[in-house]
């Protein structure tokens, strides 16, 4: 298995601009999880989604950041406009409901870089 | 609401020497428990986990971590540390059983001395 695929791994943008990162979850999973990792803050879970569906986004900053599961194999987290404080690594991690149902599978993140 | 603390931001071992990193956990239900590792500009790697069962929990690269309800503490080890393992450790607990997301500790980075 490929594991979960991330993209782009590095992006730099300028402040203002819009930023979207995308996510392709493990085959079969069914549960996927958007963090976010900053060396102030350390990993935070910004958004997670269950069978397609967003469970819990009280973890999103403001109204800049959203998200999307639009089927099971394909995540979007998009923000718009981007600012400086943004920066950070961004990971995708997801799961199977059954089996080995706790252990998330983490992508290797999107650094990002807003200028 | 469950919560981790990893004692210790940064630890420093000579190569060779026992590896201990410690986490203590708070759950107001029996908890699963995870270590991760991440290396430098890499995502985070599951190195081992305890759901139920047997306490002591063996992981990759010879990492074993000891279940602890009394204590309520999962600390990792390692008898003999190498320099392949210099790297950020990250013990998580589930928030709920089911498909929910981890609560992770701040981190402790380990150093291995040649």
């Known amino acids: 298995d490929a594991g979960v695929i991330q993209s782009p791994r590095h992006e730099v943008t300028e402040m203002g601009q819009e930023v979207t990162l995308r996510c392709k979850p493990i085959?079969?999973?069914?549960?996927l999880f958007w963090y976010r990792q900053t060396m102030m803050r350390g990993l935070e879970l910004l958004i997670y989604f269950n069978n397609n569906v967003p469970i819990d986004d009280s973890g999103m900053p403001e109204d800049r950041f959203s998200a999307k599961m639009p089927n099971a194999s394909f995540s979007t987290l998009k923000i718009q406009p981007s600012e400086p404080r943004d920066s950070a690594v961004y990971f995708c991690?997801?799961?199977?409901?059954?089996?080995?149902?706790?252990?998330?599978?983490f992508g290797p993140g999107t650094r990002l870089l807003v200028l | 609401a469950q919560s981790v603390t990893q004692l210790g931001s940064h630890v420093s071992v000579s190569e060779g020497a026992l590896v201990l990193l410690r986490c203590n956990y708070s759950s107001s239900v029996p908890p699963y428990l995870f270590w991760y590792v991440q290396y430098p500009n890499q995502g985070l790697q599951l190195l081992l986990k305890y759901t139920t069962g047997a306490t002591l929990v063996k992981g990759i690269n010879g990492f074993e971590a000891e279940f602890k309800k009394s204590e309520t503490s999962f600390h990792l080890t390692k008898p003999s540390a190498h320099m392949s393992d210099a790297a950020e450790y990250f013990c998580?607990?589930?928030?709920?059983?089911?498909?929910?997301?981890?609560?992770f500790g701040k981190g402790t980075r380990l150093s291995v001395i040649a």
């Open positions: 085959s079969g999973h069914n549960s």
């Open positions: 998580a607990v589930i928030r709920n059983s089911g498909n929910t997301p981890l609560v």
């Open positions: 991690a997801s799961s199977l409901s059954g089996g080995e149902q706790e252990t998330q599978y």
